[in-house]
């Protein structure tokens, strides 16, 4: 199995190399048969790449230390769950996993296309065997290959980092990765319309569901980020500004952005260049989050002799692919003029513009912040790094601003509003979040960014409900139906619309959890045994916290411990019994030495009990087993508002999915090209047929 | 072509805003990023220096690594990676991270972000380790461990 996974590997390497020529060269001489033959290799070097991806996993499920990879990520008591999920546990498989998914998704482009775009697929399908091609060049090439022997068998492997052994840690990766590897569909795409002169809005009505697809994963993967670093890393945090986390934002602001401009092009013939260049931008910080994420680039600088060859291919790629967009698209710029111009700046293209420019904003900030180390490094010799307060300093502005054009954006009018239409919709909202400020002012809300946070989300909330409201009566009214048929055909017929909305309410839920940071509370207290602590909640409770003590275990290799001492905390909410909470500290066999954390998180909708064993006598207590050295350091934190990330991420997917879901008329037009007749006959004839 | 000019203002304008935020941002809240031996060389150019925040990255030297019993209150020893003579006493009087240990058999490193004392510790206010999976470790590790 893993030879034939290696095997799998080099030969993927001419057969994605032939697919790449044939699609382009296809393309160019209109020749039927070299696209179809293109199209086919797309299947096999999924299967090709399949396999070699099974190999990894094989090397891990059996235990197979001689290769480097498994020997580094895995060991022989690691849970049969763990050495699956190794095939993305680190860079080498990683790299391997992303090129799976991009074959997976190219596979399911080029079979949903098989008789229609016909005019994209030569190229697109070149494209994406250009970047299957990069990758499995990286893999083979690029001292990163998962198959790479260590020249002899040591006993067992060095195990996987424990906190890596963690559920969330498990999807976290691969949904980022669906989220990196689904725009590369837009964005071969946005190739092919290049390539082939088709510049109308064809190639964006193609992808849009891909788009969604991808930016719906990128959500869901940063969201689980965020769950992971909350319960796992035992600070209480759930965002640290961290370079690899802003990796995988970066694409995330600018998808956003091309989300939102895209029907600007669609509805007004606008923004052709600047939508070609977002669909370039997003792609190529995808390949970069993909790159920074495991590389350690930044932050491990100073001890930076590992490896520059990845560092060398994956910048040149980089830049090939910004040049050669950037020729493209100078190439075809006659071709892309806009079809109107914006009228005013009191419009629905004004609203999206500006949120565009602001995302964009948003992303230099990020990546500036992010990379100032080694542009500093670079041009004075010097390391200079910026933490969490530059981030938020520049970013919380930016996010109230495109909050409140969450609010603006839908229901202001295209070209140009009226001032009837701004006092029909936005009258009712803008006293709502008014009278909200007030009140919150009046309670003693006193922190001016969580202030205008909720302002802003209370007009924005408004806009939205009235939305539904509206629509729905509207609906009933003239159909005659009740209100909750008439609310579930508003959604039906239009879902990309209400869908999105669905999505902005979610946002709002995130954000406002953000902003109740301010009232986050900590205490720290050494306790013995019997005793209680008290913690009062910022809405109004109070915890009585009391110590139980400490109960210890030793060697359970079935578990992979060496040693764990857990705590016990039964708690009581305002005097009423709310269970027991559990914190431990824990010791791994393997990695020999490396001890975690577990936190205990008591969760209601308003607010979260979070408490740390943040300090005790490990050597009294789990080696002489001391009854008297029981005296253990909790970090108690008390997080107001902070589910509102957890429920939004739900919300998100249900939006999502209203956005993504087959509309009935493509469901029809599926079925007409089943039964063979072309449901685009505007189209340019089929070049496989 | 005049509305154009308008939204070429617009567009400054939000640019303008965005680079100020960002020029500001960077101004009052950059640190310098320096290993033990670079922090050294730079008070003996500026002796003012010694009272500037600066993140520092070193390795942990084994065996340093004291704890005032009762308190949350750590000492240890951070040495250049390149040069083992340039050490930095770092105190620190909070929860060290799971991944921090001062034992012969495991190589850590750390950054530590904070001032030095008048006295010559270094105190520290945040901690940050480095070792896991992000930092492979080297096969010759594997075939002693």
Redesign the interface.
């Known amino acids: 199995m893993n030879i034939l996974g290696e095997l799998a590997l080099w030969v993927a390497l001419p057969v994605a190399a032939w697919g790449m020529v044939l699609g382009f060269i296809g393309g160019r001489e209109q020749r039927g048969d070299l696209v179809l033959s293109a199209e086919r290799t797309v299947y096999a070097v999924f299967i090709l790449i399949l396999l070699a991806s099974l190999g990894v996993v094989d090397n891990f499920v059996n235990d197979r230390f001689e290769y480097?990879y498994t020997?580094?990520?895995s060991s022989r008591n690691l849970d049969i769950f763990y050495k699956i999920a190794g095939l993305w546990?680190?860079q080498r498989g990683s790299l391997l996993f992303w090129l799976l998914l991009l074959c997976l998704f190219s596979v399911l482009a080029v079979w949903s296309n098989k008789r229609k775009n016909r005019e994209f697929m030569p190229y697109a399908v070149g494209t994406l065997m250009g970047l299957q091609l990069f990758f499995v060049v990286v893999l083979l090439f690029a001292e990163v290959n998962p198959f790479e022997k260590?020249?002899?068998t040591?006993v067992d492997?060095?195990g996987?980092?424990p906190?890596?052994q963690n559920y969330w840690m498990t999807f976290h990766p691969p949904t980022l990765y669906l989220g990196f590897t689904a725009f590369a569909i837009p964005f071969a795409f946005a190739v092919a319309a290049l390539l082939s002169g088709r510049l109308d809005s064809r190639w964006i009505h193609v992808t849009r569901k891909w788009i969604l697809l991808s930016w719906f994963f990128l959500s869901v993967g940063i969201v689980l980020g965020m769950r992971w670093a909350y319960e796992e890393l035992?600070w209480g945090g759930y965002w640290f500004w961290d370079p690899v986390e802003n990796a995988s934002l970066l694409p995330w602001l600018t998808a956003t952005a091309f989300l939102h401009s895209i029907q600007i092009q669609e509805n007004r013939g606008m923004l052709k260049v600047w939508n070609m260049s977002l669909v370039i931008l997003t792609f190529v910080l995808t390949i970069f989050a993909t790159f920074l994420t495991?590389s350690?680039l930044i932050?491990?600088v100073?001890?930076f002799a590992e490896n520059t060859t990845i560092a060398f291919i994956f910048l040149t790629f980089m830049g090939s692919v910004v040049a050669g967009g950037a020729v493209l698209i100078l190439y075809r710029l006659p071709q892309l003029r806009s079809e109107t111009?914006?009228?005013s700046?009191l419009s629905r293209e004004?609203a999206f513009?500006?949120n565009n420019?602001?995302l964009l904003?948003?992303t230099?900030?990020v990546m500036?912040?992010t990379l100032?180390?080694l542009l500093s490094e670079g041009f004075f010799g010097?390391?200079?790094?910026?933490?969490p307060?530059?981030f938020n300093?520049?970013n919380i502005?930016?996010g109230l601003v495109l909050l409140a054009l969450m609010g603006i954006g839908p229901v202001i009018a295209w070209r140009r509003a009226s001032r009837r239409n701004l006092r029909k919709n936005f009258l009712v909202p803008v006293m709502v979040g008014g009278v909200t400020g007030v009140v919150l002012w009046a309670l003693g809300v006193r922190y001016g960014w969580a202030l205008a946070t909720f302002t802003i989300s209370a007009f924005v909330l408004t806009v939205i409900v009235t939305e539904f409201w509206k629509g729905t009566r509207a609906r009933a009214r003239i159909e005659g139906e009740g209100f909750i048929p008439a609310f579930y055909h508003l959604i039906s017929r239009n879902r990309r619309r209400w869908g999105g909305y669905i999505v902005h309410v979610a946002i709002v839920m995130i954000f406002t959890a953000f902003a109740a940071e301010p009232w986050y509370v900590e205490i720290?207290q050494?306790m013995e045994p019997g005793e209680t602590t008290e913690v009062a909640s910022p809405l109004g409770s109070t915890y009585s916290l009391t110590y139980e003590g400490m109960s210890t275990n030793v060697r359970d290799p079935d578990q992979n411990l060496a040693w764990q001492a857990v705590a016990l905390l039964r708690v009581e909410r305002d005097g009423r019994s709310a269970g027991t909470l559990r914190t431990e500290?824990r010791g791994y066999i393997r990695?020999?030495?490396?001890?975690?954390?577990e936190v205990g998180i008591l969760s209601r909708a308003s607010e979260d009990l979070y408490v740390?064993l943040?300090?005790v006598d490990l050597q009294g207590v789990v080696v002489d087993n001391d009854p008297a050295a029981q005296a253990a350091?909790f970090?108690f934190l008390v997080k107001p508002l902070v589910g509102g990330i957890w429920a939004g991420l739900f919300v998100l997917i249900l939006g999502s999915l209203i956005g993504l879901w087959p509309s009935a008329e493509r469901v029809r037009s599926a079925a007409t090209v089943r039964s063979g007749r072309d449901p685009f006959p505007d189209a340019a004839p089929a070049l496989g047929d | 072509m005049a509305r154009n000019g308008r939204f070429m203002v617009g567009l400054v304008g939000v640019a303008a805003v965005v680079t100020y935020l960002i020029w500001t941002g960077v101004s009052d809240t950059m640190v310098y990023y320096l290993t033990p031996a670079e922090l050294e060389a730079k008070i003996m150019a500026d002796p003012t220096f010694r009272d500037v925040g600066v993140k520092v990255s070193g390795r942990v030297v084994p065996g340093t690594h004291v704890e005032v019993a009762g308190q949350l209150l750590h000492r240890f020893d951070i040495h250049d990676m390149d040069n083992p003579d340039i050490v930095i006493t770092v105190e620190y009087d909070n929860v060290l991270p799971d991944t921090f240990s001062d034992s012969e058999s495991m190589v850590v490193d750390a950054v530590v972000e904070g001032r030095f004392r008048p006295d010559g510790v270094f105190e520290a206010t945040s901690v940050l380790t480095k070792c896991g999976s992000r930092y492979e470790a080297s096969p010759e590790e594997l075939a002693n461990g």
Not at chain 1, 382 to 387: A, H, K, P, R, W
Request: charged residues 10%; aromatic residues 12%.
């Open positions: 480097w020997a580094n990520y546990a680190g260590l020249g002899f040591p492997g060095a996987l980092n906190q890596l035992g495991r350690g932050e491990s100073h001890t111009q914006i009228e700046f004004a513009l500006f420019l602001i904003g948003a230099f900030a500036w912040g100032l180390p010097e390391q200079i790094t910026v933490g307060p530059f300093r520049v502005p930016i720290q050494t500290k990695p020999e030495g490396q001890q975690s954390t740390i943040a300090d350091t970090t």
